[in-house]
Antibody
Framework: QVHLVESGGAVVQPGRSLRLSCSAS????????MHWVRQAPGKGLEWLAV????????YYADSVKGRFTISRDNSKNTVYLQMNTLRVEDTAVYYC????????????????WGQGTLVTVSS | DIQLTQSPSFLSASVGDRVTITCRAS??????LAWYQQIPGKAPKLLIY???TLKSGVPSRFSGSGSGTEFTLTIASLQPEDFATYYC?????????FGPGTKVDI
């Protein structure tokens, strides 16, 4: 079955950087786009970024564009989120998630999610 | 970017009730909309995609409809395990955005 495991969450000071990783298994990782979504404590879901199956296309939410970078290594079945210049408002649980649709198709939603990793930005 | 609103933001219901949640988009998105359920402390779960397609394994009491700018999620007969927060998400174009959520409580 599909399994997504995030890691790298930590407590960091404002202005610092952090890289999250997500290890995937149970499906052909190199055939699907991957997303990052976050949820601040007690708040709703916020979509952050997506990377296409072969890394040629990346899209970001305006709130993180220029600060966060999504990448993937298909040889390691892993997707990453590099987060720079972190702000207090970036405090959230960060979810790695799998796109439901195959390449060259419109999205059919996020069909599998990891358990999330907590990032706390505080001085 | 496309903005989504949901109504109501909070809904109090009983087991067996028929529940309808509305999601409105700031511009037309055809049928590129998904619905998710999130139980506290858990990751979201995909219920419906492309506005009305039920994900495999999701109970048939869940249904979705709509296109353009107005969409609905209906739970035909609310079960105890359905008390959760429900989010809509637009799936075209990027950036994808979520609605603010509707909490369904007892």
């Amino acid at each position: 079955q599909v399994h997504l495991v995030e890691s790298g969450g930590a407590v960091v000071q404002p202005g610092r950087s952090l890289r999250l990783s997500c290890s995937a298994s149970g499906f052909t990782f190199s055939s699907y786009a991957m997303h990052w979504v976050r949820q601040a404590p007690g708040k709703g879901l916020e979509w952050l970024a997506v990377i296409s199956y072969e890394s040629s296309n990346k899209y970001y939410a305006d709130s993180v564009k220029g600060r966060f970078t999504i990448s993937r290594d298909n040889s390691k079945n892993t997707v990453y989120l590099q987060m720079n210049t972190l702000r207090v408002e970036d405090t959230a649980v960060y979810y790695c998630a799998k796109e439901g649709a195959p390449p060259a198709s419109y999205s059919s939603g996020i069909d599998y999610w990891g358990q999330g990793t907590l990032v706390t930005v505080s001085s | 970017d496309i903005q989504l609103t949901q109504s109501p933001s909070f809904l109090s219901a009983s087991v067996g009730d028929r529940v309808t949640i509305t999601c409105r988009a700031s511009q037309g998105i055809s049928s590129y909309l998904a619905w998710y359920q999130q139980i506290p402390g858990k990751a979201p779960k995909l219920l419906i995609y492309l506005a009305s397609t039920l994900k495999s394994g999701v109970p048939s009491r869940f249904s979705g409809s709509g296109s353009g700018t107005e969409f609905t999620l209906t739970i035909a007969s609310l079960q105890p395990e359905d008390f959760a927060t429900y989010y809509c998400q637009q799936l075209y174009p990027y950036p994808f955005t979520f609605g603010p959520g509707t909490k369904v409580d007892i």
